[in-house]
């Protein structure tokens, strides 16, 4: 588990909590804005990106990565605050479920060794859990 300090936020005028004022906010959502911090994190990690919002009709994954040779699926969870848990405790067993059934179809058409990351944003803090959970239930 790797913790890192995000940039200063301030609030917008809608009041989310937003980088540099908000100009970067303006292009993107909260949640493409955390996937963003994430990937920019993984990628001074070493990782390198295969694919972002990896969409098939059994579910999405945030971020397909590649750690050497093996195959990163990260979900992003971003929360502004803990009042209703931590962003890494937000993930359920359905939710699981949906990326372990979108990382089998990846990995069908691209095998090789795979594992499963959270990026966990909560507040100003972004942690990077590896091997988050496992693709059995």
Do not use: C, H
Request: charged content about 25%; glycine content about 8%; overall charge positive.
């Amino acid at each position: 588990m790797k913790r890192s300090p995000l940039p200063s936020l301030t609030r917008s005028a809608n009041g989310e909590r937003v980088p540099d004022g908000g100009k970067l906010s303006a292009r993107l959502s909260t949640g493409e804005y955390a996937e963003k911090l994430a990937r920019d994190f993984l990628k001074k990690q070493g990782l390198t990106t295969l694919a972002t919002r990896f969409r098939v009709n059994r579910g999405e994954i945030d971020l397909v990565m590649a750690d050497g040779k093996t195959t990163v699926f990260v979900e992003v969870r971003y929360r502004s605050s803990p009042a209703f848990g931590g962003a890494a405790s937000s993930i359920s067993r359905k939710k699981r479920q949906s990326l372990t059934r979108a990382a089998s179809y990846w990995l069908a058409l691209n095998p090789g060794s795979a594992r499963f990351d959270v990026i966990a944003i909560d507040g100003e803090e972004l942690e990077w859990i590896q091997n988050a959970f496992s693709a059995t239930p």
